[in-house]
């Protein structure tokens, strides 16, 4: 009988066949929907530039000198670019079942055997390599809006920040995607409310000292924040990976703890959703 | 002894009730909240390997709630199901090589075209790109499929076509037990019967064990070796569809009763008055 013949656990290239099967449809869907990513990428230019030209008013007015609005246009550039690319990834993974429920094939996905793991992991990689596309799209737009002093940048630490740091953001995504698996109708309000928070929290716009003692708190619980400051301070100061090692080591601990923990969370949300008859199409 | 495709063993399944934060209020109404009604209950059946199993029920009878439990999307409150021996509740990522499914709503990435969603759908299985692009094209032909409008996308589509790459999207994973529910739900008479005839051919050569939901009481006469009726989640009667001729005949000729007559007369129901669209379908 042929089920039994696949019913082995598949090996290696069958588990990258799995995980390639969520990257290539999600690639599919959007190529599908090219004009909303168009949107997405003119809001995401629009929104750059309207942060950053604050730095160049904070000139105009006077309020601070040449060298200092320099690093002030590179301080929000790096936050606004830096959260493109983190929400582009919690936007993708943290919707892994919204996508299903939008396009009705909800239970077909679930019922298929292939392990949760692997289909978070293929929305993962998507999101990410989704994510690098549309902040280096925006980046290399908003390029020629400014005279930006990248002179002693170090890119390869700031890229291991961004690499080490996608770990646990996937890890936040994953469980914002819980949400609405357990909430059907507003779990994704939830997943987007949850991203204003770390947006508030995590220094994005402005360094975290600003905020009230109490906020400061989540700063230092937000993986984010480490992701902020050790790019600012791989771009604009020039610190290497040796530099760097605190916040790099504090973002492999977040993800090492994240990753498995947001999936495990997920496998039990899920069969919560299983009891309770949440796994179907509409809400 | 080989383990059968399906047995489903005193299954019940209800929705609502369980924990109320509201209920801890003071103001709340004081006692236990009344039992929810049962989906599903107490239901038992088992499905021999190559054999097309019919259930057959009115709206809201559980016909959805009992295929979503065997395709492990739910939980039975009580009760088990084994599919080829093994526990669908404890071992479901086991169960799902054994099984696919067809709905009433074909299920797709609309913006999506054919080949793209039958991509995905084949590799989800373990297929790889090779194996789908070999048999999805031999098995939308034989259900009459225009496969030049395999590059368009699914929204392009009749529903009629929708559904005929349903059931081949399920087909093509080679699966041992097939659920179909309500299959030909909302489709026109020719794509109905291209549908039929795929199912029959299907099973006499792949020796594919089927469980078949339907409202269509001439279709399950055609296909199903077995029936069960089911009312208000409850089994009422099973048997092959002579037998169950039989079992309410008295004097009659058997040819002078339609089933529509003896799910009347076992139930008390009429499945006509409960037709409904096929949007509704999956979830009663």
Redesign the interface.
């Known amino acids: 009988m042929d089920s039994i013949r696949r019913f082995a656990l598949p090996d290696a290239s069958g588990r990258f066949n799995l995980v390639w099967a969520f990257i290539e449809r999600q690639t599919n869907l959007w190529k599908r929907y090219w004009a909303w990513e168009l949107v997405w990428l003119a809001y995401g230019v629009v929104n750059t530039l309207a942060i950053t030209f604050i730095a160049e008013q904070v000139g105009v007015v006077g309020i601070a000198g040449a060298e200092e609005v320099s690093q002030l246009v590179l301080f929000l550039l790096i936050g606004t670019l830096v959260w493109a690319y983190l929400s582009a990834v919690l936007d993708d993974v943290s919707l892994v079942i919204t996508w299903e429920r939008w396009e009705g094939t909800i239970e077909h996905t679930l019922m298929a055997p292939v392990a949760r793991s692997l289909h978070l992991i293929g929305m993962a990689l998507f999101g990410i390599i989704h994510a690098i596309v549309r902040t280096l799209l925006i980046f290399a737009i908003v390029i020629p809006f400014f005279a930006l002093d990248l002179g002693q940048a170090d890119f390869l630490a700031a890229a291991v920040v961004v690499g080490l740091g996608s770990l646990s953001i996937v890890g936040i995504a994953i469980l914002g995607g819980v949400l609405p698996l357990l909430y059907p109708e507003r779990g994704t309000q939830m997943t987007f409310m949850m991203q204003a928070a770390i947006l508030l929290v995590s220094g994005v716009y402005y360094s975290v000292d600003v905020l009230p003692g109490w906020l400061r708190v989540f700063s230092v619980a937000s993986p984010a924040t480490y992701i902020i400051d050790g790019i600012r301070a791989a771009l604009i100061d020039g610190e290497g990976v040796l530099d760097l090692q605190s916040t790099l080591w504090t973002l492999v601990a977040f993800g090492v703890v994240l990753v498995p923990a947001s999936i495990a969370v997920f496998s039990v949300a899920e069969r919560w959703a299983k009891k309770t008859g949440k796994l179907k199409r509409q809400g | 002894m080989q383990p059968l495709p399906l047995e489903v063993n005193k299954v019940s399944k209800s929705?609502g009730g369980?924990f109320s934060a509201g209920r801890l209020l003071p103001w709340a109404a004081a006692g236990a909240a009344p039992a929810p009604p049962r989906a599903v209950d107490a239901v038992s059946f088992h499905v021999d390997r190559g054999e097309i199993y019919g259930i057959i029920g009115a709206n809201g009878s559980g016909k959805s709630t009992l295929v979503?439990i065997v395709?492990?999307?739910?939980?039975p409150d009580e009760g088990d199901v084994r599919i080829?021996g093994l526990d669908a509740v404890r071992e479901p990522?086991?169960v799902?090589?054994?099984?696919n499914?067809v709905?009433a709503?074909p299920?797709?990435?609309?913006?999506?075209s054919t080949n793209?969603n039958l991509?995905?759908?084949g590799?989800?299985?373990?297929m790889?790109r090779r194996q789908i692009a070999e048999a999805a094209p031999r098995i939308l032909g034989r259900l009459s499929f225009e496969y030049e409008k395999a590059g368009e996308?699914m929204s392009h589509l009749s529903r009629g076509q929708q559904q005929k790459v349903a059931l081949g999207?399920s087909f093509l994973t080679?699966?041992?037990l097939m659920l179909l529910d309500e299959p030909t739900t909302g489709l026109d008479p020719r794509s109905k019967r291209d549908v039929q005839q795929f199912i029959r051919d299907i099973r006499g050569e792949h020796?594919a064990t089927i469980l078949l939901t339907t409202h269509d009481m001439e279709e399950a006469e055609i296909l199903c070796d077995r029936i069960a009726f089911l009312s208000r989640g409850r089994v009422v009667a099973e048997g092959t569809p002579l037998a169950l001729r039989q079992l309410v005949a008295g004097e009659r000729p058997l040819d002078t009763i339609s089933m529509e007559t003896v799910f009347m007369e076992l139930t008390g129901e009429s499945i006509a008055e409960d037709e409904m669209p096929a949007e509704a379908g999956?979830?009663g």
Not at chain 2, 71 to 75: A, D, I
Not at chain 2, 107 to 112: D, P, R, V
Not at chain 2, 123 to 126: L, P, V, W
């Open positions: 929705f369980g979503r395709s492990t999307l739910l939980l080829f990522g086991r799902r090589h054994f099984i499914r709905s709503d299920a797709f990435f609309k913006n999506m793209e991509l995905f759908f590799r989800i299985y373990g790889n996308p999207r080679s699966p041992a020796d999956a979830s």
